[in-house]
């Protein structure tokens, strides 16, 4: 993945400038434009095209916020092309929220226009039609249902944004799920600010330019940007002259990078360009530091009210619920603290980097954010004695860091750390409907995480504890007529029973064989979920149940025919392409064992068993064995991963093994009845 890294005002990648005019006329549609067989034809099986897709931003100075702000302005024409396509009437305008204001959208204007035999008729869509949906994390969007969208519609839409935020300076993203025949950013910065720009995409800019000229500025001495901080009110006015960077990117016909099998979240990939402020310099002041050095970026969060302030907030409430706690044992302490926190405290559902609220008014509540009820549980285990620090982490969902470089804004989650003697960290989330020291949710299995505190700055990695431990033992009787009845019994260890416990928390017991059912036919009786259990530092639970699966097996005259590996066999490769731009991502690192006990009919013989079958490619293998034993067929299977990544380069390889873990699971058991 091409990675290119710099900063404003210091280090540009410059190109010629090229004169380009928009690719489309806003608010003005031909019927030529509306030739849907012309796009259908120039992109094949695509649900919807982008015409178009352009941004301008700029920063002013407002008096009223007495700020600099960016305002951003957007305009974008696109193509329904077949009826997969008709979710992109669906729009949203995401914006950000703080306690001392909110982004303002501004100039809103939308239109979907349709050909009507030989005539141009266009819906207006008015701001007031949208509304609003809440996001999480100080981040919400004001979403509009178009009407009159169908095959063949061209939808357009048009709108500014203005933002006291700098913090939160629009990224930009130029490639899409779906082809973009035209994306352009424009950006204007004055030299006051400083940004660190990062473009990951797997394709060049066609455009990359930059200009500076001399411009003036009238603004307030005392301007403070950021996270819900408090800003200056007072000071004298200035006049000043100050060079202004001019940019400007752009692509033209990137084709849309589609989702392929196991893929942690195609954002991750689609080419963008992403900004990060790293300092503030205005004339007779010093140089505001947010992300020159991750120790800036440490000082800025311990020191911001929603993050540091609120850990020091806690340190009441939590020394007020120590007195519960009467043991001496430090990891009894942790498991105490971790119950503690969950059972007072009910997740939100509201994944956060920052409180909301006071650590009082969410212990009185009982309901708070992922940061909220994490920071809390810092402050407990601080409380008793433990040494423990706020994680910040990025879920899956919000998508991996850019790079490695101090960020602050990229985080969405907080998790807590704690350190015993002699033992490695612990990581700890008391968000979980069933939480354990040493386990986070799937949803944060997404790299690395950092440590925010004045003595301790550093990487944590996230996927540490992550072994999926999973054993599925049948014991089962076939019949003459291919029926099958019997018992199983699965048993999850480790991160497996945790993430089955997380599951079963919205889902019945049944839902854990739907899979099973679902491939099989099967009808399933008498099933129990045994307690789970947590000794040696082995979490481990199971569940046992009945089954009849009615003519499961083939039956060809006197021949019983069942696949070799029955109901567990891998029958199709997922990994169709031959090449793969970018990483296969599994969910967790897997260990599966397989145990079948088949009782054959009385009067059956056995007229072919398979031979064992084995693989290993690098951290995956398998292996398949088939004995006989008076009167029955026992069958043992392996499949274990033990990485969850595959990198592009490693990708035909990869593959390859995995055509034959399919081949070697392609043989069948052939028994003749007498």
Sequence with gaps: MKIILFISLFVFFISELTAS???FDFGSVSQEELDLEYFRNKFPDEPAVIIGDIADCKFNFNNDSRRFQFVFERHTRFMILREEGLSYGDYSIPFYVSDIGQENIRRFRAYVHNLDGDRVRTTRIRPREGFENDLGNNWKELVFAFPNVRVGSIIEVRYELNSDFLFHLRNWRFQHRIPIMHSEYNLNIPSFFNYLA?????????????????????YERQVSIGYGSQTGTG??????????????????????????PYTDNINNYLGTMFFEMVSEEFPDQPTVHYTTTWEDAANYML????????????????????????????????EWALKTIHERIRWNRNASFFAGNSPDMVLADGSGNSAEINLLLVSLLRSLGLEAYPVAASTVRNGRLFSEEPTINQWNYVVAQVRLPGEEPLLLDATTAFPYAGYLPQRLINGRGRVFDRQVNEWVNLENNISFDFHKAYEMEIDSKGNLDGTLIYTWKDFGAYSILQELSTADNDRILEEFTKETGARITDIKLGQPTHENDTLQLSLTATFHIPSYA?????????????????????????????????????????????????????????????????????????????????INGFVENRTRV??????????????????????????SLK
Excluded: C
């Design 303 to 334: 020191n911001h009210r929603n993050f540091g302030g609120y850990l020091e907030d806690a340190v009441a409430v939590t020394r007020s619920l120590v007195s519960g706690n009467d043991s001496d044992d430090k990891r009894e302490k942790v």
């Design 646 to 671: 595959v990198n592009e380069p490693q990708y035909r390889n990869f593959r390859n093994y995995m055509i034959r873990l399919v081949e070697n699971n392609s043989d069948h058991i052939v028994i």
């Design 21 to 23: 005019t928009p690719p």
């Design 554 to 634: 083939q039956v060809l005259g006197d021949e019983i025919i069942i696949p070799g590996f029955l109901f567990e066999a891998r029958r199709e490769n997922p990994f169709t392409r031959e090449e793969r731009l970018y990483p296969v991502v599994f969910p967790y690192n897997a260990s599966y064992t397989y145990d079948f006990l088949l009782k054959l009919p009385e009067n059956a013989n056995i007229d072919h068993l398979p031979r064992p079958r084995s693989g290993r490619w690098g951290s995956f293998s398998h292996r398949f064995n088939f004995s006989e034993e008076a009167g029955a067929i026992l």
């Design 235 to 260: 000071g004298q006015t200035y006049n000043i002259s100050a060079y202004s960077t001019q940019f400007r990117w752009a692509v033209r016909n990137l084709e849309g990078l589609r989702v392929e």
């Design 198 to 218: 990062r473009f990951k995409g797997f394709f060049d800019l066609d455009v990359n330019e930059r200009r500076s000229s001399l411009q003036t500025f009238r």
